[in-house]
């Protein structure tokens, strides 16, 4: 069977969805009005935060909100700089970019792909205001070190665990171990809610002040009716949202097991090929998001002819994040060597919850056919 039409489509990644989301969904929608429209949120939220071990959960109708609302509540905008990793998707710049700080790129490394330490302790200036540590597709940054860095410049240490949920850094979950964390439920994530994400914090003092900005700048404690106190957001998830996530979150474990599972057999079939994949240090898991490639630089690649290759066994093929610097909007920074490198040697392989061994194999057959031939 070597014609696309006649092989069944190899999705990057869907959802997994149950009868139990349905069913919480159904009756989100029959019966979540009135004195009941907040109760799958409320039950979310605290299902979310028990999960990951904080105090406090707010949740948003995407991680990018999230982001947004958490650095409006440290005080982040004009003048200020937010260190980040070079290779990011958007999401993780623009919240900072809407505050009117600066996001100041810097290089990763070359096992994890997140922030390079030596790389954010080099860029910190009198403007710096915070370090955003993003866990690029599961893999977890260095929080030990950054975490020190923050403590020593007296910064803010935030955690984009957007691609993170079920990756852990030395019994501590991500997103739990910054000011604040942020996660999202977009479709093609681990558990998911369609579109949402949620903020969370240990800090009471944060918590008040996103709590504050997430309704409008009305805080809790005023006794005025429709009396804001500040300009705030609306990055509300709904109830309908909340239900499906009540429903993953039950099923979390048996989630994230899926994703490692998709991950091992993939790395078990691509060992002996010139290519390295998500990395696992001693003392953490990686909740591996999203299998990924990386060629060995000393191998000749052309990561257009493998995506060609995708196509025609109709497998869908993604590509690895490109450097920020590299946008139109952001100055170009020749300096981020391994930024600069891994984009285009590197690319997530298809994952989600039922993929057959047999899908992945095939995935495997063409990586191996097209890394023979290069």
């Given amino acids: 069977m070597n014609d696309k ?99 100041v790129l810097v290089d990763v490394l ?54 993170a949920i079920g990756s852990i850094w030395h019994d501590r979950r991500a997103g739990s171990m910054g000011i604040f964390g942020a996660f999202s439920f977009h479709g093609t994530k681990t558990i998911t809610t369609g579109e949402g994400g949620i903020f969370v914090t240990s800090d009471d003092a944060l918590y008040e002040r996103v709590l504050t900005l997430s309704n409008h700048g009305r805080a809790r404690s005023e006794s005025r009716q429709f009396w804001p106190d500040t300009i705030g957001f609306k990055y509300k998830m709904s109830n309908l949202q909340a239900a499906v996530g009540c429903a993953q979150m039950e099923r979390i474990e048996e989630l994230v097991a899926g994703k490692r599972r998709i991950f091992e057999c993939y790395l078990d079939a691509l060992r002996d090929l010139p290519l390295r994949m998500n990395p696992e240090a001693a003392g953490t898991v990686n909740g591996y998001w999203m299998p990924t490639i990386v060629v060995d630089a000393d191998k000749a690649f052309d990561r257009a002819t493998l995506l060609a290759a995708f196509k025609a066994d109709n497998i869908d093929g993604r590509v690895f994040f490109w450097p920020l610097s590299s946008l139109p909007f952001f100055q170009d920074l020749p300096r981020n060597i391994v930024s600069q490198s891994l984009a285009g040697r590197a690319m997530n392989l298809p994952s989600y919850h039922d993929m057959a061994t047999a899908d992945i194999e095939r995935v495997c057959r063409v990586v191996r056919s097209v890394l023979r031939q290069q």
Wanted: overall charge negative; charged content about 20%; some cysteine.
């Fill in 5 to 103: 039409s006649e092989k069944s489509r190899i999705y990057y990644t869907k959802p997994s969805i149950t009868e139990r989301e349905i069913r919480y969904a159904t009756d989100a929608a029959a019966n979540g009005w009135g004195e009941h429209c907040y109760e799958y949120i409320e039950r979310f939220e605290r299902q979310f935060r028990q999960h990951l071990g904080v105090r406090h959960a707010i949740a948003t109708s995407s991680g990018t909100g999230a982001l947004h609302m958490g650095m409006a509540g440290l005080g982040i905008g004009p003048g200020d700089e937010v260190i980040l990793g070079d290779i990011n998707w958007i999401a993780s710049a623009a919240p900072i970019a809407h505050l009117g700080a600066k996001p």
């Fill in 110 to 163: 070359p096992d994890t792909w997140c922030l390079d330490p030596a790389a954010v302790e080099a860029a910190i200036t009198p403007r710096t205001k915070a370090i955003l540590a993003v866990h690029l597709y599961g893999n977890l940054c260095d929080m030990d070190a950054l975490a020190a860095i923050a403590q020593r410049y007296e910064l803010h240490l935030i955690e984009d665990a957007a691609e």
